[in-house]
T-cell receptor, first 109, second 113 residues
């Protein structure tokens, strides 16, 4: 099945810094989604982005499907951005999303 | 407001007992999914259902069972055959084919005592 890698595995930032999280996948995808898991375990949908670029406030995401990667940009990070960021993809042949291992982000005050 | 509700939030089970986790959605989604998350790990698929009265095994279905008698409901039973059931369980739903992505519930934390 499709393989999903995320980098870096861990990231520590000072409040106000910018960061880029990367998701690589091994096959063509129909769907791609970025989630933020908060400290209470809730998975919050950030972007549904099988291709192209989207922006929502301080966050933006770009998926280049032909090159099999997606990037999540966080600008002017805040302590509330801390948590784990997951990329999930659905291949052209699949019926469900496969999750990457996540990037654990800690934003320090 | 539409959403997906999991209950209970916390569940304690004695070894050898079966327990059932509830998942209900009012988003009119066709598909529903159950994932398991262990501490510090990603999500692994247990079961999914694309339509009422039909469901498929995911990557780690052993020791679990599900039913899909109604579109809105997809309960998960953790049986005594599941050797290491302590984990965080997340339910999700989507339109068929995952278009517009998944919506997740807030999870159930199961502990075996």
């Amino acid at each position: 099945g499709i393989q999903v890698e995320q980098s870096p595995p861990d990231l520590i930032l000072q409040e106000g810094a910018n960061s880029t999280l990367r998701c690589n996948f091994s096959d063509s995808v129909n769907n791609l989604q970025w989630f933020h898991q908060n400290p209470w375990g809730q998975l919050i949908n950030l972007f549904y982005i099988p291709s192209g670029t989207k922006q929502n406030g301080r966050l933006s995401a770009t998926t280049v499907a032909t090159e099999r990667y997606s990037l999540l940009y966080i600008s002017s990070s805040q302590t509330t951005d801390s948590g784990v960021y997951f990329c999930a993809v659905e291949s052209n042949y699949g019926q469900n999303f496969v999750f990457g291992p996540g990037t654990r982000l800690s934003v320090l005050p | 407001d539409g959403g997906i509700t999991q209950s209970p939030k916390y569940l304690f089970r004695k070894e050898g007992q079966n327990v059932t986790l509830s998942c209900e959605q009012n988003l009119n989604h066709d598909a529903m999914y159950w994932y398991r998350q262990d501490p510090g790990q990603g999500l692994r698929l247990i079961y999914y259902s694309q339509i009422v009265n039909d469901f498929q095994k995911g990557d780690i279905a052993e020791g679990y069972s599900v039913s899909r008698e109604k579109k809105e409901s997809f309960p998960l039973t953790v049986t005594s055959a599941q050797k290491n059931p302590t984990a965080f369980y997340l339910c999700a739903s989507s339109f068929t084919g995952g278009s517009n992505g998944y919506t997740f519930g807030s999870g159930t934390r199961l502990t075996v005592v």
